[in-house]
């Protein structure tokens, strides 16, 4: 079932043009069509992907440019590893049918070089293991079969290791290898035969739009008419959006750098030897003509063609640095002992993209519809190609891709991101990322202190330790004890502090957590995004009713929760709505949703321009105040009344603060305590923060962080945007059906309906650890599976200590699969509740877990609040 | 090279006291261009023959950096870098100025310095001679005032006139000495200048305006930040030798096409001199008759004609001058005598003054140097470039970087067994392996440059 809504309305488009090929005449560059459906720019292994999948759907008028020739920038360097597990669902299930395709291929009698050796991860440390287990889980997932075993049994796969000092290995046996450069061949050929056509020695010199739509690309051989363009540049796609669009510079965050390996002569390597990963020694080895192909992912890798890439680079390398490559050779003759004496062949120093994230970039540019960009990917050029190409394809003809790639989506980006200097500097920590422990909480630390809200240095001066979310500096907690909380790189985490078990910072985020709830608490939420939106008369709330599943036309001064609906009923996104007047609205989403959100309203605005939707993110400090004593530090900040009557729970009141004025203070907490947020103009921020601290002082009013935040949200069964709420996922699977209102109209109520008919497949819930040992079991931090009666059902999105119930607590969505067909069968909530045993899953070890649909019910610490949950109906008084 | 074992073997510090012995450091007392200098020489000959000189124009705005690489003795560089300097000023001075000097010149009450001289106590300065530079100075002062032009004033003119007053000056001295034996006893230091020879380069920096008058196999080489930001050389003087094809075609036009395998020979000229611009080197530059009066005067062999000397002079001191309006992005200027430069080829001279400023430190690219190559042998020659790097020697003064590094510079850093090797070689064969290395370092002040 899809809907093809999301990238406008399609199947008009689409009747416009026939398949009437008028050509330019052109002498070199072949003949050039006047017109086509989609334009693909460029000709790498990505861009002939996406062709392929284009005329598999049956739209051949496509067309694909290439400026040199096909795979002459990156793909014809590639390594050609496809392994399938990835770090996400998401891109594991696109390597996952790539393989599936280039196997087909190859057994089709199209040249792949596919080849089946099964691929193997040797693990040096324990910690290591740990991320093997969450590989295996999402294997099963997938069914995808992967296993862990002993450092023997890995000698046994592939001799030539040394195994001593490993604690085990991972062994995916479906895994394998391709030719490069075959495959690019094949997807060009085949895309051919369909009817596709393909123009080498043709560069796009800009891209046309009218309306802020693609119209025309224009070429060094012409001119073509066209629905949709698609930048698959690679290396290229950077500069060719930012300096080859009409109208306004696309956002494309990707940065080359070099990329290392070597190949030996012919020593007598097994042709199906598996492919090897060191991850902890960074580097990764294949069988190459009899020899081994062995690279690396350096710790702090070398940017290249900052400026610009060179004219005419085709089928070029980049010099040789073996100094640079020392340590990756020395981790290669570390694990292949034999490899000390092999034969110099060659080395290679290629330019391969990566991006601020280590994420794709993926989907339409939320600048220019219909531009769509597929490109950055990593180094996994090769896996990703065939899953990308077809999400693309899906894209174009269906609206949307099957897999949902919304944390591979160009719509995560800020301006910022396109810094070239921010992602120069980025890009030489994300190589190594790549194979380096990903530990959690662990945080990039290039290109930080970016923005930063207005009272960063006090909190800074406070212990701050920040963590970066969208180039915003937010709290992570607050390191009270540490005696050198003024040196400027403390207010970072410390790689040392980062572990699977219990952090540094449990106690510290207990004490922050218990003035959220007993006392008072003082949190900088200011990475918010914000949005003002008006109209003259009635059309901004009968536009925000279209839009949003809850019914958000409330009294003026009411707070109301809502999901902003896709046409699946998924969470395109998850906000608090103010009303602030009759026609206006105030509007508070997550931080990622900056720039997705403002393209999701600006899609669907009245094309009259009747409704003013406004950014006003950067405005504000916004700080929240919460814990029991919250409401005794709020009256003695204003003179406003914040008695219970006169400022109920889910109120909107522009107050003064000391000398300050125009405050909004909303009194939700976003932690389920009592509490107020106030966004506050940011020239009174630092003024309002000395009242608070002045007045808050004699209640003993504390800092605290995101983590005291999440602890507060996870224990109570409370889901937050990009971890448990995403596209793919409905408000009847989260448990938020009472925050639907069928009696309107909106977008995704169809979808909805017909779920809310059929069934879901899959609910929210929350599981909760009895005998967790915190001193020596491994933490829960997301992504441990989830079994019901011994079977595997689910995963976790989130997870946390909870303080109150002194237990660990996880979010995440139960399923019930059915085992012969891998379908997914619908579930009632007695599938939870009912004669089910659950268990938690933890780098291997089971744990017996409690498992609840609804917010449990706290200990209130006092009986001054009534308790607002979030998986039932709030009355509103 | 020498067999290794027969060399004994230096320490680190005693080879650090070697190349550090003559380094210094300087600023000038008051704001310019010149932020600072630093100086280096090593000797090959016993005694060494380079010169340097610094100083600071008194009567014009502006310093004089010199390096002077004599040869056939120490004669010449002596004289020409206690002297040319005098001869550029005198060149730059405006008319009334120039009165006044000559002025003072005549009278001994009055004070008369051109210059303020940045001299370390090593530096010496020919006392007998000094009433006959005197005079000469004087003479030329006045022959200058008489001759003044009114048109404008050119930078590149006055070098050239000052180079080739001084290089006429020293042949002068020693022909229009009084007669017989007396000329003898008193001009036979005139007669090592002129019969001695030696290249020089000097610098003359004033504000943005450097410029670089090179007579010679010197070089002097602008380091800057192009628009990559990248370290660039930007050359400000050719070496005057057989390998610049243009200089053997200057030299050539100005002989009779029967002499073209004769000028130069062995790329040398006449097949003796490897400079093909010199100071001094008369037997060059003078007549058959002159040369043969002198030989029979002097029964100096030294002044034996050269073979195939047909249309003499042979030999010019005309400097070649190089401008460039230095910028924010000019950091310094690198001058050094041909010593280093046999080591070390200008963009490695730049990077490694601009990794000694950064305390970075980078080798070449590393190559496989043989075919076929294990991987472990490779590895080897990286894990020794490393050391090579953490093992680097750290002078202070950037001159002594670079003698460091154009004696002990391997593929793997510099190496202490080759540095050791270089430095403790017996002296009658230390010639054939290093020549003298005069290395003087200006850093220009980018702030000054950019406000001024």
Redesign the interface.
């Known amino acids: 079932m899809r809907f093809s809504c999301s990238l406008g309305n399609t199947g008009q488009l689409c009747a416009k043009y026939g398949k009437q090929v008028v050509r330019h005449n052109s002498t070199d560059g072949g003949s050039l069509p006047q017109q086509a459906r989609v334009v693909v720019c460029g000709g790498g292994v990505i861009g002939t992907s996406v062709l392929y999948h284009l005329t598999e759907r049956g739209w051949n008028d496509v067309v694909l440019l290439e400026q040199g020739r096909l795979s002459c920038g990156t793909s014809w360097h590639a390594a050609g590893l496809v392994g399938q597990i990835k770090a996400g669902i998401a891109e594991s299930k696109l390597a996952q049918y790539s393989r599936e395709l280039y196997k087909k291929f190859e057994e089709e009698g199209h040249a792949t070089g596919w080849k089946q050796c099964g691929s193997l991860s040797v693990a040096r440390t324990k910690d290591r293991l740990i991320t093997y287990h969450g590989i295996v889980t999402r294997g099963k997932l997938l069914r995808i079969g992967a296993e862990l075993i002993t450092p023997s049994e890995a000698k046994k796969l592939a001799p030539i290791i040394r195994d001593d000092d490993i604690e085990g290995a991972l062994w995916t046996p479906s895994d394998g290898v391709v030719s490069p450069s075959d495959l690019v061949a094949t997807f060009a050929r085949l895309a051919r035969k369909n009817g596709g056509e393909i123009i080498e020695g043709c560069r796009v010199e800009n891209v046309l739009t009218k309306n802020l739509r693609v119209d025309k690309v224009q070429t060094n051989h012409g001119t073509i008419e066209c629905e949709y363009f698609v930048n698959c540049a690679g290396m290229w796609s950077h500069q060719l959006a930012r300096y080859m669009t009409q109208t306004k510079k696309i956002r494309v965050p990707v940065h080359p750098t070099e990329h290392f390996y070597?190949v030996?002569?012919p020593f007598g390597i097994d042709n199906m030897l598996p492919v090897i990963r060191d991850h902890d020694g960074q580097i990764y080895m294949r069988e190459w003509s009899g020899g081994l192909l062995a690279g690396g992912f350096e710790t702090v890798a070398k940017p290249v063609f900052h400026?610009m890439v060179p004219k005419d680079f085709e089928f070029q390398l980049l010099?040789?640095?073996?100094?640079h490559f020392?340590e990756q050779?020395?981790a290669?003759?570390h694990r292949i002992p034999t490899?000390?004496?092999?034969?110099?062949r060659h080395m290679t120093n290629g330019p391969e993209s990566f991006t601020p994230d280590g994420k794709m970039v993926f989907g339409e540019a939320p600048e220019i519809d219909n531009y769509i960009v597929a490109t950055g990917m990593n180094s996994q050029g090769i896996m990703m190609a065939g899953g990308i190409g077809r999400a693309t394809a899906e894209l174009i003809v269906d609206g949307e891709s099957s897999v949902d790639l919304w944390q591979h989506d160009v719509k995560r980006f800020l301006d910022l991101h396109n810094n070239r200097k921010f992602l120069k500097d980025r890009v030489t920590e994300i190589v190594g990322k790549h194979y380096l422990l990903n530990y959690p909480l662990s945080d990039h630390i290039t290109s930080r202190n970016l923005r930063t809200s207005s009272l960063y240095s006090c909190l800074q001066a406070c212990g701050a330790i920040y963590g970066q979310s969208c180039g915003y500096e937010r709290p992570m907690w607050f390191d009270c004890d540490s005696d050198n909380v003024l040196e400027s790189d403390r207010s970072f985490l410390y790689q040392t502090d980062l572990t699977f078990r219990k952090p540094v910072w449990f106690d510290a985020v207990r004490e922050e957590y218990m003035a959220c709830r007993q006392g008072v608490a003082l949190i900088d939420m200011s990475s918010f995004t914000k949005f003002e939106l008006k109209s003259a008369g009635r059309e901004v709330v009968d536009f925000l009713q279209r839009l949003c599943s809850n019914d958000v036309d409330i009294p003026v001064g009411h707070v109301i929760h809502t999901g902003m609906q896709n046409y699946h009923g998924g969470y395109e996104n998850d906000c608090s709505i103010v009303r602030m007047a009759e026609n206006e609205y105030f509007v508070i989403s997550p931080s990622i949703q900056q720039t997705r959100c403002m393209k999701w309203l600006r899609r669907h605005l009245p094309e009259d321009g009747s409704v003013n939707a406004n950014d006003v993110s950067s405005m504000y400090t916004s700080l929240n105040i919460l814990g029991d004593k919250s409401r005794d530090v709020m009256s003695r900040l204003t003179e406003s009344s914040m008695l219970p009557a006169d400022f109920p729970y889910f109120r909107c009141r522009v107050i003064d603060i000391g000398y300050a004025t125009g405050v909004i203070a909303l009194s939700i907490s976003h932690a389920g305590e009592l509490g107020w947020v106030l966004y506050i103009p940011n020239e009174y921020a630092l003024h309002i923060y000395n009242r608070l601290l002045d007045v808050g002082k004699h209640y003993g009013i504390k800092h605290a962080g995101y983590l005291a935040l999440r602890s507060l949200r996870v224990e109570k069964l409370f889901a937050h945007w990009g971890q448990d709420l995403t596209p793919a996922t409905t408000p009847l699977e989260a448990g938020r059906a009472f925050r639907v209102k069928f009696d309107k109209d909106f977008i995704g109520k169809e979808a909805l309906l017909h779920q809310k008919k059929e069934g879901v497949c899959k609910r929210l819930v929350q599981l909760q650890i009895n005998k967790h040992d915190l001193e020596n079991d491994i933490w829960p931090w997301g992504g441990e599976a989830f079994y019901r009666n011994g079977k595997l059902c689910g995963t976790a999105t989130s997870a946390a200590y909870g303080y109150t119930l002194n237990k660990q607590c996880l979010i995440g969505y139960v399923h019930d699969t059915d085992e012969e067909t891998g379908q997914l069968r619908p579930i009632e909530n007695d599938f939870i509740l009912k004669n089910a045993e659950f268990e938690v899953e933890i780098a291997g070890k089971r744990f017996p877990a409690k498992a609840l649909i609804y917010s449990p019910k706290l200990v209130s610490m006092t009986t001054a609040t009534s308790q607002y949950t979030a998986t039932q109906p709030w009355s509103r008084n | 090279a020498p067999p290794r074992h027969s060399c004994p073997k230096l320490t680190p510090r005693q080879v650090s006291n070697i190349i550090r012995q003559n380094d210094v450091t300087a600023e000038p007392d008051s704001r310019c261009a010149v932020k600072y200098f630093e100086y280096n020489q090593l000797a090959a000959n016993h005694p060494i023959e380079d010169r340097r000189a610094e100083a600071k124009c008194l009567k014009t705005p502006g310093m004089l950096f010199g390096i002077f690489d004599g040869h056939g003795g120490t004669a010449c560089a002596q004289a020409v870098s206690e002297r040319l300097f005098e001869y550029v000023a005198v060149s730059l001075l405006p008319q009334d100025v120039l009165e006044d000097c000559s002025r003072a010149m005549k009278s001994d009450a009055l004070p008369f310095d051109l210059l303020e001289w940045y001299r370390n106590d090593a530096d010496y300065t020919n006392i007998e001679l000094a009433g006959v530079y005197r005079r000469s100075l004087e003479r030329y002062i006045d022959e200058t005032l008489s001759a003044m032009d009114v048109d404008e004033f050119d930078m590149a003119a006055a070098l050239e006139m000052a180079a080739l007053r001084l290089d006429a000056d020293i042949g002068h001295e020693v022909l229009s000495s009084g007669g017989g034996g007396e000329r003898m006893h008193v001009n036979l230091e005139s007669l090592e200048a002129a019969f001695s020879g030696c290249t020089a380069c000097v610098a003359h920096v004033d504000g943005p305006h450097l410029h670089v008058a090179n007579v010679g196999d010197s070089r002097a080489v602008v380091g800057y930040l192009d628009d990559?930001d990248a370290w660039a050389a930007a050359a400000m003087s050719r070496d005057h030798c057989a390998e610049n094809a243009d200089e053997v075609a200057r030299v050539r036009a100005e002989h009779a096409v029967e002499e073209r395998h004769t000028v130069i020979k062995s790329e040398r000229l006449l097949g003796e001199l490897i400079p093909l611009r010199a100071f001094g080197d008369f037997r060059y530059k003078w007549s058959k008759a002159t040369l043969q009066s002198m030989l029979a005067d002097t029964r100096q062999s030294r002044l034996l004609i050269p073979q195939h000397y047909a249309s003499p002079p042979y030999l010019t001191a005309r400097p070649e001058v190089a401008y460039r309006r230095l910028t924010a992005r000019d950091k310094f200027l690198v001058m050094a005598t041909d010593g280093l430069w046999e080591q070390l080829d200008s963009e490695k001279v730049v990077r490694l003054v601009a990794e000694h400023v950064s305390g970075a430190q980078t080798?070449d690219?590393?190559?496989?140097h043989k075919e076929?190559?294990?991987?472990?042998e490779?590895?080897g020659g990286?894990?020794a470039?490393?050391t090579g790097l953490a093992n680097r020697a750290v002078d202070t003064n950037v001159a002594s970087h670079l003698i460091r590094n154009a004696l002990g510079l391997t593929d793997r850093g510099v190496d202490h067994g080759k540095l050791s090797m270089m430095l403790s070689l017996p002296a009658e064969v230390t010639r054939n392996f290093r020549d003298d290395i005069t290395v003087t370092v200006i850093y220009f002040d980018g702030d000054y440059l950019a406000h001024n």
Do not use: C, H, S
């Open positions: 070597v030996t002569k400026d010099p040789e640095d073996w100094d020392q050779l020395q290669v003759m490899f000390k004496d092999a034969q110099l | 990559n080798l690219p590393y190559v496989t076929p190559i294990t991987f472990g490779v590895n990286l894990l470039r490393k």
